[in-house]
């Protein structure tokens, strides 16, 4: 108890242990600007970042993290885009291979399943050049599944070949990243996921995301509500006949700063 | 504390030293902002698997250079994942001598090879050594009970 009132003193958190799981878990629920994993909501949160790093703004997206599938065959690149990801609040399962990626979605020739203990994914962040199978062949693998292919795939490649580039976004990746990733790169992706899972709360009238079964809701089909209309079959189950369809190439929606 | 400080002004100049002589870049100091008191490792530990991968690729290398019929494509994988690496920790000279490595082997040059491996092996062993001086002024810090300057 008393290490924790020290260790809280010079860190200004608390550890994660202090704290029995259930509780933990209830406190992840609570929005705050910035909550990171190993502090705890309430008056005593802050953000653990030196400031230069900054704080990001989550009001949008309520109480849900991300969840991101990271595919990578280099154990260098998995690690750092696996800190990447988490000191941007988002849920992270990082795997070597496309076919691992494939296993944990289910895709693999079993039944559609949302992958490891039903967690969603919500974006697919996969390197270009893997042996055995490559980034662009999982993106096809991907837009070609009924489940998955409302799923926002991102490529990240060390190499900037426009005809790459091209290849990737006409096969309906969201953006093609050359690494190194940055933060920064990280952050607008985030930002730009949860934009679109914030709308699509705000427009059903609730911050509590409900499991998939209980979406009944049609969204519109006009042109200009496009991508709401992409983000919304992400969350209707996946044999929905009501489902309606969207159109196959999705516009870049954020601006570069 | 007099000592602290000076340990740690000796830290933050042996950093500016390398950036300065290219062997690290800004993508080192990436990863340094990405550390924290729940990570306080981050670096280290991305740093090590670096130095594992890189000794992996380098014994590879010489393995496949040394056959009578060299691989080129094998090399280039080889190279290719070496400079990716070296890249994500920001190791700017070894990176810069794959980019080379990279030409030598779409041009199947044997000997602009071996020069490329010899030259790669040399800044590695720079640039690992010099992390590891690193690292250790950021313990001997630690260490006297001071903490680690940005």
Redesign the interface.
Known sequence: MFSSIAHYLH?K?LPLHSFPPPLYKYWKQIPHPFL????VAGEFVRH???E??GVSDHSAAGSEELHVLAVDD????R??IE??LK?SSCKVTAVESGTRALQFLGLDGEENSVGFDGLKVNLIMTDY?M?GMTGYELLKKIKESKAFRKIPVVIMS?ENILTRIDRCLEEGAEEFIV??V??SDVRRLRDFIMRGEGEENRKKGNHKRKLQDDYSISPPLSPAASLDCEISSLLLPSSSSSSPECPSKRPRLWVED | MDGVVQLQRQLLDYTALLFQEGFLNDQFTQLQQLQDETNPDFVVEVVSLFFEDSERLLNELANTLDQQSIDFRKVDSHVHQLKGSSSSIGAQRVQNVCIAFRNFCDAQNTEGCLKCLQQVKNEYSLVKNKLETLFKLEQQILAAGGSIPM
């Open positions: 860190y958190s990171d994993m190993g502090s653990v970042l030196p230069k790093v280099s154990h260098v690149d690690k750092v800190r990447l000191i050049s042996p060390s690494k190194p940055k933060l």
